[in-house]
């Protein structure tokens, strides 16, 4: 009797453990278990940051060591890959501002509830029958992380998002040049705000996003492509009630359903330029009767567009990077966790470079944010940062760098300015 293709993947996992010793690898080649490479990384460093509370006015200085350990798994063969990775990070503060506001805290209290351990992310990743006509992949990725909140003498001053996404794809190619791949998506998103007090609920909201998805690919030249997506999907809310300000009023959260379709090219068009342009509309629509259920998308802000372009100044030299330049533009919208939908209009601008040993970077990107719904503001984000790195020796890696974030917004006291400094030392076997 024949062998059946879909027992190969287990067979690459298990099989290579079965029959083979382990091979330790030279740092940097990572280590090697039969078909299966495992690769652990440890990051140390420390940061410190001009305004760790994200105020608006008397911002607080802080600085911390950070310590983060990751591990990756990876076996890939001729029509399978299976691809397992998780990461743990803990940011630990020696130091916070002595500006007092209001009600004073001990700084033993202001260090401790600054203290994070729970960061971190956890993905897998298969996919099957790469060669064949049909084939299929799975996709799932758990990511927990804080963002300190202008809330100085809170006992936890995060707000706090966990999310899961989870993706499956059913592949088909026809021929060599096109591929139909119908996917299946959901996500779960968990919402926390900062805790006043020991003991309280941090609880905000709690939000399912799931749907449908098709994804058109035909490549007219060998590495560049005709694409088309279109998706929908449904954004079902816990509450879709949240307390105003802890006063009495209300804000409402609809469910909501939204349409989009985008098509466009995606492709390298020389040896030097890569692009990617994408054009669609999308349509949001919201539940209900209320007031805020009336405020989906409309005009422009249904407008999709993505704009990409890439150009390699030098090449990479085997596991050295090259030189390179990117700018990007993207206008979408997306649900909001406090009001209807957010609507962004994005630019970047980046350079990636090696001169010797030394790898320079700099980054500027800039955000419109019009936040639709019961509460609506406008927000401007601007981010610029700088960075020098160099590999020390196979198996280690020093950076240094910085960057400034400022938020600008028609609502005051969401408003900041942050310069953030840091020196990280990462190691990968």
């Not at 916070?96 to 033993?108: A, D, F, H, L, M």
């Not at 001169?355 to 981010?383: C, H, Q, T």
């Not at 790195?389 to 408003?415: H, I, K």
């Amino acid at each position: 009797m024949g062998t059946c293709q879909g027992c190969r993947l287990a067979w690459l996992l298990g099989g290579a453990l079965a029959t083979s010793s382990v091979a330790w690898g030279a740092p940097g080649d990572h280590i090697r278990v039969g078909a299966i490479e495992l690769s652990p990384t440890l990051d140390l460093g420390s940061e410190y940051r001009t305004n760790v509370y994200r105020s608006e006015q008397d911002p607080v200085p802080a600085a911390n060591v950070n310590f983060a350990a990751g591990l990756g798994m990876a076996a890939n063969g001729e029509d399978h890959r299976f691809e397992a990775r998780g990461r743990w990070e803990i940011q630990k503060f020696f130091f916070v501002g002595t500006q007092q506001v209001g009600v004073p805290r001990p700084s033993g209290q202001r260090i401790g509830s600054l203290d994070r351990f729970d960061n971190g992310s956890a993905s897998l990743a298969m996919e099957s029958f790469k060669r064949n006509r049909v084939g299929f992949s799975i996709r799932d990725a758990l990511t927990q992380r804080n963002t300190t909140a202008d809330a100085e003498y809170a006992d936890l001053p995060y707000t706090s998002h966990l999310r899961n996404d989870f993706a499956f794809d059913l592949r088909f190619s026809p021929s060599s040049a096109l591929s139909i791949t119908p996917n299946g998506t959901w996500s779960y998103d968990d919402f926390r705000i900062p805790r006043l007090e020991a003991g309280g609920d941090r609880s905000l909201n709690q939000r399912h996003i799931y749907g449908p998805s098709l994804d058109l690919e035909w490549r007219f030249l060998p590495r560049t492509a005709v694409v088309l997506d279109a998706d929908v999907t449904w954004q079902n809310w816990a509450e879709n009630a949240l307390d105003s300000n802890g006063d009495d009023e209300e804000i409402e959260l609809p469910n909501s359903t939204f349409y989009k379709v985008r098509g466009g090219l995606d492709g390298q068009f020389t040896r030097r330029l890569f692009a990617q342009v994408l054009l669609g509309y999308g349509i949001g629509v919201y539940d209900g009767t209320s007031q805020a259920a009336s405020l989906g998308t409309s005009g422009l802000d249904g407008l999709l567009f993505k704009f990409s372009l890439r150009y390699d100044l030098t090449q990479a030299v085997g596991d050295r990077p090259g030189s390179r330049l990117r700018a990007g533009y993207t206008k979408d919208f997306n649900d909001s966790f406090f009001s209807n939908y957010l609507a962004l209009n994005a630019f970047n601008l980046e350079y990636t470079g090696r001169m010797g040993r030394f790898e320079p970077s700099a980054r500027y990107s800039i955000r419109f944010e019009k936040y639709n719904g019961e509460l609506a503001r406008n927000d401007v984000l601007n981010r610029f940062q700088l960075g020098l790195a160099t590999p020390l020796g196979t198996w280690a890696r020093l950076s240094v760098g910085g960057w400034w974030q400022q938020r600008a917004s028609s609502v005051e006291n969401v408003e900041y300015d942050d310069f953030h400094f840091q020196v990280l030392t990462s190691f990968a076997y």
